[in-house]
Nanobody, 128 residues
Framework: QVQLDESGGGLVQAGGSLRLSCAVS????????MGWFRQAPGKEREFVAA????????YYAGAVKGRFTISRDNAKNTVYLQMNNLKPEDTAVYYC?????????????????????WGQGTQVTVSS
């Protein structure tokens, strides 16, 4: 059974930083790209960032590019999202997810249906 456990969310002032972690079990973590998504109240879940299975390629939504950094540690089966210079509009529940395809090398990272397993989410709240 594949399981994803997010942690690291919380309340932070605008301009502050948080690092989210997502530990994965039940799958060969190193073989799969990983993604982070978020969902704000009343809005659809949206893409935030993704990282290739090797960790050599990263992809970001325009709203977070230059502020957020996705990384992975295949030895720890964990993917991270470092979030700097947080803004009130970053307030959302953040989800990590595993890509459907092992050893994937295309560009299909940006939509929900590219991923098959999801974590339970972690709340990030940024106060102004």
């Amino acid at each position: 059974q594949v399981q994803l456990d997010e942690s690291g969310g919380g309340l932070v002032q605008a301009g502050g930083s948080l690092r989210l972690s997502c530990a994965v079990s039940g799958r060969v973590f190193s073989a799969y790209p990983m993604g982070w998504f978020r969902q704000a109240p009343g809005k659809e879940r949206e893409f935030v960032a993704a990282i290739s299975w090797r960790g050599t390629n990263t992809y970001y939504a325009g709203a977070v590019k230059g502020r957020f950094t996705i990384s992975r540690d295949n030895a720890k089966n964990t993917v991270y999202l470092q979030m700097n210079n947080l803004k009130p509009e970053d307030t959302a529940v953040y989800y990590c997810a595993t890509h459907r395809s092992a050893y994937y090398s295309g560009s299909y990272y940006y939509t929900n249906d590219a991923y098959d397993y999801w974590g339970q989410g972690t709340q990030v709240t940024v106060s102004s």
